[in-house]
Structures are given as structure tokens and as C-alpha cells.
């Protein structure tokens, strides 16, 4: 039998099906339908992706002078009942009121995913100087504060058919928590990969979780950790090196990483980023093969080579949203995501690295300024004239249209 020539098909002949649907209809029983959440299916999507989940803190674990780990745990008494299952590697956005700002900030899970299932999540959350968010999570929150987060977010994810068996990881400051979610979960079996950790610190004082990793080590997992500031002993008893001294460069990637392919996964601040991924460059891995994990919000935009010159100080945004308008004065300086948040301005975000597009606004009128290296717009964004406030700059007086956050 010949294939029908679907080019061919005349869309208006679908028309004539109208009478005949229309008499189905009539003709069907006037019961109503089953609740929507009644479909297994959507239970299942309702239980691994909700809108949001109301949490609280159970326990706080003190892993340094500036460094808390925050267990989580569902608050049943606000609707949430269970904890949505997640991959190792992924974040939450927690959502935050501080003052009369309503801001989100994304944290990743430093516990695994079968601690989830467990029925609990666990923040790592380090001191930042002048960190607005991280300071007041530190300061604040206590056994028993009621937290509201997303549902697991992000691909900063293990995915066999992507990548090699063998994962480089790259981890610098902060950037540890995801690895030690990974390594938790290749230890528990739910990751069939094998994980060498590379963990950039100043001194070893400042490297934390020392204790869980070396407790993990094994065929699947080996920490190896690379100091800046001072020179460590080796303490795997000769048994091949666990410290190094210095960066964390192509040589040193290479006297690690195996014979055949392997993927590197980074997490850590933009510094590092800048250094890492130029020795990386040198190594010819395919592009696949490599990983970053979003490395946070973007600051100083006149250091980039095409930022405009001679912007002005500051400029007004007029927000539309919800149905009202209010204007605003913004920093040229200052991402325009937070210029909303400093107005009281409850505006969507998740990711605040140009990549998730939660926050993705309509510009009606002036322009911004988005670095290259943070643009995450898709092409539809461009066309119909959306930018990402959380990397976005104003060089003019401002009109946009902003969803509200849920």
C-alpha cells in the first residue's frame, strides 16, 4: 500500500469532521469528569515535579566556622507530604523574605537522592562576605523554620548515554556540594559511574566533608585534593597521591583522568571557570564530554570587552506586573532581577545564571546589555523580544512586563 503524501492533505477537509464530533458530544453522558490528580499519571508528575514544596528544618550540622549543613524535611501541616525525588546533582530555589524583599536563591543538594526518598533534603550552605542570602540562612534560620523551595532543578546530572563512564570532577569552594551528592550516590549503588574529584581549596582547613569522602573511597570514588596556599601531606599512606599543591590545570587533569574517554564535570566560581576551561581546552575532549553546573548570578558587566562606554549611573525601570505598574530606579551596574527584588518587586527566578529562562520578561521598550557568556535565551526569546532579568543590564530608561512569582 502507498504511503499518503501527507503534503497533499487539504487541512479545511478536517472541517467537515466538526458535525460529526459535535454529535458525539451531544450524545455523550452529562457526568462530569474525573478529578485530573485521580490519573495515576499525573499523580506521578504531581509527586516528581510540584509547583512547590513547603519544607522545614529538621537538624543543622556545623561543618566549619562558616560552613552549615540544613536538613529538610516536609511540613505536612502546609500541604507538603513527601519530598520529590531528585538526581545528584541538581538544586533547589529557595525562596527567601528578607526585609521587604522576596528574592530566591538556588542551593544544591548535598545529600542523596535516596536520602530523599528517606524523607529528607540537605542544604550546605557556606558565608559569603556581603552575601545578603547566604548571610541570613546562616543567621536565622533554626530547627523547625518553615523554608519554601522549588522542585529539584538543573542537568548538572550523570546521563550514561551522554557521558563517559569516568567523570573528572572539578570542584572549587562551594561548587563541592553537588560531588557530594554524587559521590553519595555512586556509594549507594543508584549511579553506576566512576568518580575522581579533584577539590580546589586554599589550605586544607577550608576543604570540608573530608571525613564523609575518605570514608566513600573506593574503586568508584577517589578525592584529590589541590591547594593553593600550602603544602598538605599525603594521607593515603603512599598509596598513590591525594594532594596536590598548586592549580588544578590540563597536567594535572591528565595525570588523573584514565587512558580512554572520560567526561569532566565543574562546579565552582567563575574564577575558576576562567582558568579551568582554558587548560581544558587543550585536553580535544568532545564538547559533550564536558559539564559545568551554573557557577551563580553575574556581576560588573563594564569588564566585558563590548559593554557599551559612557553608561549612565542609573536609569528607571517601569515594571509592569500583575496588572499594575510601578517604576522604579535601577543601577546600571546591577542586574535588573535585582533591582526588582530591592524594590519589593516579587519577580520569578530559579537559576539567576541566564539558563533556566523562570525569569524571562517581555523588554517593551529601552535596551539592556547580557554578557555573551550568560545569554541563555532561546531563539523564540529574541523574536518576541524577552530578555533574562537575572543577567540583564540597563543601558536606558526601561519598560518591561514581568510575571508574577508563584
Known sequence: MAKPNLRKLNP???????????AKIEAAPAAALPDADSY????????LHPEVQYVKVAQIDEISADVKTFWLEADPARGTQSLAWFSAGQYLSVTLEIGNMKMTRPYSLSSSPREALAGRYALTVKRVEGGLASNFILDSW???????????????????????KVIIGVAGGSGITPFRSLAKSIADGDEDAQLILLYGSRTMEEAIFQEEFKAMEGPKFKLVNVLSDETAECCC??????????????????KYAPAGDYSIFLCGPQAMYDFVDKEIASLGLRKKFIRHELFGEYFNPAK????????????????????????????????I???????????????????????HSRLV???VYTPKSVDGRREADYIYGYIHPCCSFPLSNLVIEVSPAK
Open 237 to 254: 599512606g603512599g598509596e598513590g597521591c591525594c594532594c596536590e599543591k598548586g592549580f588544578i590545570t590540563a597536567d594535572l587533569i591528565k
Open 304 to 335: 566585558e570587552a563590548d559593554y557599551p562606554a559612557d553608561v549612565a549611573p542609573q536609569f528607571e525601570i517601569t515594571v509592569r506586573i500583575a496588572g499594575h505598574e510601578q517604576t522604579i530606579t535601577a543601577s546600571s551596574d546591577v542586574s
Open 337 to 359: 532581577l535585582r533591582s526588582l527584588e530591592a524594590a519589593g518587586i516579587a519577580a520569578p527566578a530559579h537559576c539567576r545564571s541566564g539558563e533556566c529562562g523562570w525569569c
Open 365 to 367: 521598550s529601552g535596551d
Open 40 to 47: 495515576k499519571p499525573n499523580q506521578l508528575a504531581n509527586a
Open 12 to 22: 479545511m477537509d478536517f472541517t467537515k469532521m466538526n458535525p460529526t464530533r459535535q
Open 142 to 164: 533554626t530547627v523547625g523554620t518553615e523554608v519554601t523551595v522549588s522542585a529539584p532543578l538543573g542537568v548538572f546530572t550523570y546521563e550514561p548515554l551522554r557521558d563517559a
